[in-house]
């Protein structure tokens, strides 16, 4: 099953991209589901359907998503929640308060990968197409199964030598223990959510299954956050193999107005295609008519990949690479290629075999091989847009 998931500035279009993608796929025959993760949903709107949160069909071959976080919650979620409700209420707080207290941070993002590595394990698609919330989002929902992963174990390391072996036999005994103890059920679906993400990072992180696609305007502030976020996806390893730069200006108006606009965008498309080089880079015009329904969409599919199949891997690079340099010498290379233009510096931390690399806000916990485990690092330095970390025997 192909992945093809869909980011960029809010506000570029990334929407009528992602579906267009989907439309084209699923004329060419291939069995297509577009999925938005977007909680301010317009993929509706875009295709002219209505959607929901399940998979409904649009056209031959295409079926459309838009992912319900409250559905979600009260299927997978509704035990925790009213456990934390039934805390809450013992310490005198009650109502809608107590009922979201259950809601951790990042739970639409948690459900949205779970959908993800659902769908694959499925297999009932040939292709995945993710309309992903604006470019923040989108690395915030990267960077959260690693960091619900040291909270999932500490869940499970309290009920394991502290609930189990004292809270719950006292609980019997002492009424007020029990208004704390959390029901068995309660693990159970924490450990649910957690299994359901498990691995996306790995599957997402596979390049010959997934690709992620940028969609941005010709505007300074939109390719700034470009520019961070092919930063971010590259420590992540996620794959950027197309950029799509949409609402381009035609360049045959007479009108002085929309000339000098088209000479402002032309100069920022030259410097993206400087940039981003050698991914591959389409244009998409501003259309006569809004990009509403199927028809539209397919002309802007067209624009996009021409004769083009669109679940090609237009572009492929290991953004994590080990290279050895001498004998008990190797560098662990990264290719982030806008981090000096970010002012950021990284921090990296070797604990064992897991190397963590942290930029910004976000951070990457690469596995090292065995032989590495046992070296030191030795610093640090950025060289032609990759991150170089050295290695050396002790």
């Known amino acids: 099953m192909r992945n093809i998931i869909f980011t960029g500035k809010g506000g570029v279009g990334k929407t009528s991209i992602a579906a267009a993608t989907a439309l084209k796929a699923a004329d060419m025959g291939y069995k297509t589901l577009i999925m938005s993760t977007d909680p301010a949903h317009s993929l509706g709107d875009s295709l002219d359907v209505q959607l929901g949160p399940s998979p409904v069909k649009i056209s031959e071959n295409l079926w459309g998503q838009e992912v319900s976080v409250f559905g979600d919650l009260n299927l997978n979620w509704d035990v925790v929640r009213e456990h934390f409700a039934h805390l809450m209420e013992a310490r005198g707080i009650e109502g809608v308060y107590a009922e979201e207290m259950g809601v951790l941070p990042g739970m639409e993002e948690l459900f949205s990968l779970s959908y993800i590595k659902r769908y694959n394990e499925q297999n009932e698609y040939d292709l995945l197409v993710v309309d992903c919330a604006p470019t923040g989002e989108t690395l915030r929902l990267l960077s959260l199964p690693e960091t619900f992963g040291w909270f999932i174990k500490m869940i499970r390391n309290v009920e394991k030598f502290m609930v189990k072996p004292v809270l719950r036999p006292l609980s019997k005994k002492i009424k007020k223990i029990d208004d704390f103890v959390a029901p068995e059920e309660v693990y159970d679906k924490v450990d649910n959510l957690f299994s359901s993400t498990e691995g996306i990072i790995d599957l997402l992180a596979d390049g010959s299954k997934t690709t992620m696609r940028l969609v941005m305007n010709p505007e300074k502030m939109v390719i700034k956050e470009s520019m961070r976020a092919l930063t ?163």
């Open 232 to 394: 971010y996806l590259n420590l992540y390893g996620i794959t950027v193999d197309r950029i799509t730069i949409n609402r381009v200006m035609p360049d045959q108006s007479p009108d002085p107005y929309f000339q000098k606009w088209r000479g402002i965008q032309q100069k920022y498309i030259e410097q993206i295609t400087e940039a981003f080089a050698p991914i591959p880079i389409a244009e998409v015009p501003l259309f006569d008519d809004e990009v509403v329904g199927l028809a539209m969409l397919r002309r802007v599919g067209e624009k996009v990949y021409a004769d083009k199949n669109p679940l090609d891997v237009f572009f492929t690079e290991n953004p994590i690479d080990i290279k050895k340099v001498s004998d008990g010498h190797y560098k662990v290379r990264v290719r982030l290629p806008f981090m000096e233009n970010m002012g950021l510096e990284p921090k990296i931390l070797k604990l064992g075999d897991d190397l963590t690399i942290r930029i910004g806000d976000y951070q990457k916990i690469v596995a090292l091989p065995i032989f590495l485990a046992g070296m030191e690092s030795t610093g640090a330095s950025y060289e032609d847009k990759w991150l170089s970390i050295d290695f050396t025997k002790g």
